[in-house]
C-alpha cells in the first residue's frame, strides 16, 4: 500500500485538492471584500467631502449676511434717491445706482423698475426690460406679500438664487415704494459656494455636481456646473420635497449619493430651495481591480494544475484504469490475465495474489465437492447385522429393520411372506398351495 499511501499524501495532490476545495469560497471572499470595502472607502471620500462643502457653505452663508445687510442700507438709499426725483430721469437713475453699486461691493449689479402690475419697466439688464412677472408664482407671491406689509422701510432679502442664464447665485432686494407705486429690486451676483470647483477633480472615480432646486409645487433643478436644467425622476423629487438630508440610487455602474447642503424658504411664500450636493461613485474601476484579482488567481491555480498534470496522469493511466479493471475481475470471480504488467508495484502484487488465492480457493472447492460425494455414499450403505438384520444407527442403537426405515424415510410396512418362508415355516400349506399352480 506504499504507492497509494504516496499517492494520498503526495504533496501536490494533497495542495491541488485544497486549492480545489477552497478555490470557488476564496473567489467569493475576494470579490465581496474588494467590492464592500471599496464601495466603504467611496462611501467614506464621500461623507468627507460632504461635510468640507457644508463647513465652507457655512462660512458662505456668513459672509452673504454681512453683505445683504450693506445691500439693505444702499437699498434704502438708492430707494430714497428714487422717490425724491434726484435724477431727471430713470436711465440716469439706473446707470449711477449700477456704478455705485458695483464700486461699493465689488461685484456685478442690476437695478429693476417694476410697476404695479409687475411689469419691468425700466431695468439695466436690458432683455428684461418689459418683462411680465406675474407669470412667475413666486414673484406674484412675494409682491403680493411685501405690499400687504403697508411698510415702506420694508426690504425682503432673497438669498441664494440661481439664475440659470448667467449661470450664477444672486442676492436680491425687494421692496415697494408707495409713494410712487412702484417696486425696486436689486440683485448683485455672488460667488457661492467658489470652493466646490476645486473639489470636482478629488478622484477620477468620483464625479461631483452641484444641484439647485427650488419651486413652489413643483421643483426645477439645474446642475450649476454647467447652467443645465436636470430631469429628475418621481422618488428623487419626493426625496427633495422632503426633510429627509440624504438620497441614495444604487445601480451596476453607478452609485449617487444626494446631500442636501442647505434647504431654505423665501419668505413666506410656500417656495422651497436647496443646494443639493451629489456624489456620483463610479464602479468600472472597481470591477476592473476584481476582474484582476480573479485572473491571478486563475492564472496561479492554472500554473498549480499544469505542475501536478502529469502525476495526475500517470496515476490515471496506472493506477485507476489497472485498477479498476481488476475490481471488475474480481466482482466477476474471473482470473487476472497472465502477462498484465502493472507499474504500480500494489497493483502487482494484488492481482497475483489474487490469482494465487483464487487458485487455492477453488482447489479447495474441488476437494470439498469430492468429500461430499464420499459423504452422500458413505451415507448409502447401512450397517446391519447378518445374523438378525438389525440396523446400527448413528446413536449407536440397533433397530429393526423396519423400526429404522420408518424413522428414517417415514415408511410404513405391511407384513408376507415369501415362498420360501412359508415352505420352512408351513409346509403342509405350501405344498397345497403350491401344487395347486
Not at 83 to 99: C, E, G, H, M, R
Not at 342 to 347: I, N, P, Q, T
Request: glycine share 4%; charged share 25%.
Amino acid at each position: 500500500m506504499q504507492t497509494i499511501f504516496k499517492l494520498l499524501t503526495n504533496k501536490q495532490i494533497k495542495l491541488t485538492i485544497v486549492i480545489s476545495i477552497l478555490f470557488f469560497l476564496i473567489l467569493s471572499v475576494t470579490v465581496y471584500s474588494i467590492y464592500f470595502y471599496s464601495i466603504m472607502h467611496y462611501k467614506s471620500i464621500a461623507n468627507n467631502l460632504f461635510q468640507i462643502t457644508k463647513y465652507y457653505l457655512q462660512i458662505e452663508h456668513k459672509r452673504a449676511e454681512n453683505l445683504t445687510q450693506k445691500l439693505t442700507q444702499k437699498h434704502n438709499e438708492l430707494a430714497y434717491l428714487l422717490i425724491n426725483k434726484t435724477f431727471s430721469d430713470t436711465d440716469s437713475f439706473l446707470k449711477a445706482a449700477k456704478k455705485e453699486l458695483e464700486y461699493t461691493f465689488g461685484r456685478g449689479a442690476d437695478i429693476a423698475i417694476i410697476n404695479n402690475n409687475l411689469i419691468i419697466t425700466d431695468t439695466t439688464f436690458k432683455s428684461e426690460k418689459g418683462l411680465d412677472l406675474k407669470q412667475f408664482e413666486d414673484a406674484a407671491k412675494l409682491a403680493k406679500e411685501i405690499k400687504g406689509k403697508k411698510d415702506p422701510s420694508y426690504v425682503d432679502i432673497t438669498f441664494p438664487v440661481y439664475t440659470p442664464a448667467s449661470n450664477s447665485f444672486k442676492i436680491y432686494t425687494f421692496s415697494y415704494l408707495p409713494e410712487v407705486d412702484n417696486f425696486l429690486q436689486i440683485g448683485i451676483s455672488f460667488d457661492y459656494l467658489k470652493v466646490f470647483s476645486g473639489l470636482t477633480n478629488y478622484d477620477n472615480d468620483i464625479k461631483l455636481s452641484l444641484l439647485y432646486a427650488g419651486g413652489g409645487d413643483y421643483l426645477d433643478v439645474f446642475d450649476v456646473a454647467n447652467g443645465k436644467k436636470v430631469i429628475i425622476d418621481k422618488k428623487l423629487e419626493t426625496y427633495l420635497m422632503s426633510d429627509k438630508n440624504e438620497f441614495v440610487t444604487d445601480t451596476f455602474f453607478l452609485k449617487s449619493i444626494y446631500y442636501k447642503i442647505s434647504q431654505f424658504n423665501y419668505g413666506n411664500i410656500k417656495m422651497t430651495g436647496n443646494i443639493i450636493l451629489k456624489i456620483s461613485i463610479f464602479k468600472k474601476s472597481i470591477y476592473k481591480f476584481i476582474l484582476i484579482i480573479l485572473a491571478l488567481e486563475i492564472l496561479i491555480f492554472t500554473l498549480l494544475f499544469l505542475g501536478i498534470r502529469d502525476t495526475y496522469k500517470f496515476y490515471g493511466l496506472y493506477f485507476f484504469r489497472p485498477f479498476k479493471h481488476i475490481l471488475t475481475k474480481i466482482r466477476k470471480g474471473e482470473f487476472i490475465q497472465e502477462g498484465e504488467s502493472y507499474k504500480v508495484k500494489e497493483l502487482y502484487y494484488l492481482s497475483k495474489n489474487y490469482n494465487k488465492i483464487l487458485s487455492e480457493l477453488l482447489a479447495k472447492q474441488n476437494e470439498l465437492k469430492q468429500a461430499m460425494d464420499e459423504i452422500k455414499t458413505l451415507k448409502e450403505l447401512l450397517p446391519i447385522c447378518s445374523s438378525c438384520k438389525k440396523i446400527r444407527t448413528e446413536n449407536n442403537d440397533w433397530e429393526h429393520i423396519e423400526t429404522y426405515l420408518a424413522k428414517s424415510h417415514n415408511l410404513d410396512f405391511t407384513h408376507s411372506l415369501c415362498p420360501e418362508c412359508i415352505k420352512k415355516l408351513y409346509p403342509e400349506v405350501a405344498e397345497k398351495m403350491f401344487n395347486k399352480k
